[in-house]
């Protein structure tokens, strides 16, 4: 059964830093496109960063500047470093793959974690 797990969010005051990890976690073939997305409160889901299997990336405007995704293929594992935080990143940040299980054959499906939540507040 293939999961994936985000941790290191919490609360942290404006201006100050965030780093989120996801593992990817099961019988996993390969793993394609891995991003992160947030939901703000009473908000849609929306595109925080993206990152392919090579490593190129990809970043929301309100990312810009301020954030860094990263991965770690060996480890199964995205990184999102989130510097000079703001009130309006306060949000639920969810973790999403493109990956092929184990035993799919050429099937790919996207996943998602179950999110975890930064707040940020004085």
């Known amino acids: 059964q293939v999961q994936l797990v985000e941790s290191g969010g919490g609360l942290v005051q404006p201006g100050g830093s965030l780093r989120l990890s996801c593992v990817a976690s099961?019988?996993?073939?390969?793993?394609?496109?891995m991003g992160w997305y947030r939901q703000p409160p009473g908000k849609q889901r929306e595109l925080v960063a993206l990152?392919?299997?090579?490593?190129?990336?990809n970043y929301a405007d309100s990312a810009k500047g301020r954030f860094s995704i990263s991965r770690d293929n060996a480890k199964k594992t995205i990184y999102l470093q989130m510097n000079s935080l703001k009130p309006e990143d306060t949000a639920i940040y969810y973790c999403?793959?493109?990956?092929?299980?184990?035993?799919?054959?050429?099937?790919?499906?996207?996943?998602w974690g179950q999110g975890t939540q930064v707040t940020v507040s004085s």
């Open positions: 990152i392919t299997r090579g490593g190129s990336t």
């Open positions: 099961g019988a996993i073939y390969d793993i394609y496109d």
């Open positions: 999403n793959a493109d990956l092929q299980p184990a035993g799919s054959g050429l099937k790919r499906y996207w996943y």
